[in-house]
């Protein structure tokens, strides 16, 4: 259960672009500055400069139906990649599948299907690509890493002894990942979660980021025990900040934990080579992100929880007064780091934009839905933008052109 609720949690953690946006108000007493200390460049943000820039993102490809060819209906968890060329690969988690298909958005292959042999999959995570351009998946129910050429190919396994996830390698050997464990102590369940770079054993090199949980465990089996048990839960990781990560081209990692706004930016080998921070003020929890929650929630928690459970534990769950202070990171090819505000259901997206040096230059409000329980729903490649949208309650992957626009003499016109 501890895995659903992970899951869902998840969902949050989102990442999109800007269709529209306003210059937001100048201060003149506030400016950015970078200072160095002990190696590590610093950059310091104030919470209102003059902004005068926008990203307009323009819908060009949509991958997706809602009835027809089942090549192109998807599940409700679905994340994607794109190769150099272009091609699509999707996760599609709930048929334990990945559909590939050609830039212009037709579907070329099917590549494995739910099992436990060579080839097939127990659960599904983000693809991604290797040194050698073949694809990789991590697949945490089979404790494994499978790999396979564009072609769909089987090519080889890796196994796994322990539970990773977000599992990336870089080009110089070493692999970053979230290392999970679980351990119990009395009634009490602590989960610890290790972002960390590792070696091609999986064994620690660097430790980057280290976050521990303590859950009650059920005192009961009776439906007042678990529906307290379950908003125990709930209130303990309800909008708790989640540690995110993004991997730039030149292997550099951008980590963040949003207890505050401030990204780490490390070498390859895991040394910490920047911080980039931003002063804001805090985003309240709304009536209307309660609600999503607990939508989201009761559908996917066991159906062993009757309908009386569910109740008594979404009323006696305890939310935080604030959001956390981003949700996720994305880089943009030119080096620019996108950071995902905020993001309303149904509403807006909020989106932040720092450039190469770590300066605050944009700040975007977007009807573009963010969404998604994996990570690199929306991302930045072959001079695109790419995110999973949903309309009537069927998943789409999508494409768009980008357009970086200055607000000049009361008018927005195209950067040159």
């Known amino acids: 259960m501890n895995t659903k609720i992970f899951s869902f949690l998840a969902f949050y953690i989102v990442i999109c672009l800007a269709l529209n946006c306003f210059p937001a108000e100048s201060s003149a007493e506030e400016t950015h500055s970078i200072q160095k200390s002990d190696e590590v460049v610093v950059s310091t943000n104030p919470k209102t400069p003059e902004l005068n820039m926008r990203i307009v993102l323009t819908e060009e490809l949509s991958i997706g139906e809602a009835e027809g060819d089942e090549n192109y209906m998807f599940g409700q968890n679905i994340a994607f990649n794109t190769d150099e060329d272009g091609n699509f690969y999707v996760s599609d988690v709930d048929a334990r599948r990945i559909l590939k298909y050609g830039p212009d958005g037709k579907y070329l292959l099917t590549i494995g299907r739910d099992g436990q042999g060579p080839g097939e999959f127990g ?18 129910r089979n404790n494994r890493i499978s790999f396979f050429n564009k072609e769909g190919k089987y090519i080889k396994q890796i196994g796994m002894t322990e539970r990773f996830s977000n599992l990336i390698f870089n080009s110089k050997g ?13 009634n009490t369940q602590k989960q610890i979660q290790l972002q960390g770079l590792f070696d091609d054993q999986f064994n620690l090199v660097v430790e980057l980021f280290k976050d521990e ?10 439906a007042s025990s678990m529906a307290g048990y379950i908003a125990k839960v709930f209130s303990t990781m309800v909008f708790r900040p989640q540690v995110t990560t993004t991997v730039a081209k030149n292997d550099f990692i ?8 401030e990204i780490n930016v490390y070498s390859p080998e895991g040394r910490l080579v920047k911080k980039i921070s931003r002063d804001h003020d805090p985003i309240p929890v709304s009536k209307k992100d309660i609600e999503s929650f607990i939508k989201l929630a009761s559908e996917n928690l066991p159906d062993l929880f009757t309908e009386d459970i569910r109740e008594k534990a979404f009323k ?5 007064k604030y959001k956390p202070a981003y949700q996720s990171l994305a880089l943009m090819e030119n080096g620019w780091l996108a950071v995902i505000v905020d ?8 989106l932040d934009v720092f450039d190469q040096e770590g300066k605050y230059i944009a700040h975007f409000k977007t009807p573009v839905p963010a969404e998604g329980m994996l990570a690199g729903l929306l991302f930045f490649k072959n001079g695109k933008a790419y995110s999973v949208v949903t309309e009537d309650d069927y998943k789409f992957v999508k494409r768009y052109s980008i357009e970086i626009q200055e607000h000049t003499d009361g008018k927005w016109i195209k950067k040159k």
Do not use: Q
């Open 316 to 320: 006696n769950t305890k939310y935080p």
């Open 174 to 186: 070493f692999i970053i990942a979230n290392k999970f464990s679980v351990s119990e102590e009395g």
């Open 343 to 350: 993001s309303v259901e149904d509403e807006y997206t909020l």
């Open 123 to 140: 659960s599904l995570s983000l693809i991604r690509f290797d040194k050698d351009n073949n694809i990789y998946i991590n697949d945490a």
């Open 254 to 261: 951008y980590l963040g934990y949003p207890d505050k706004y």
């Open 213 to 222: 949980t303590e859950l009650p465990l059920p005192t009961g089996v009776d």
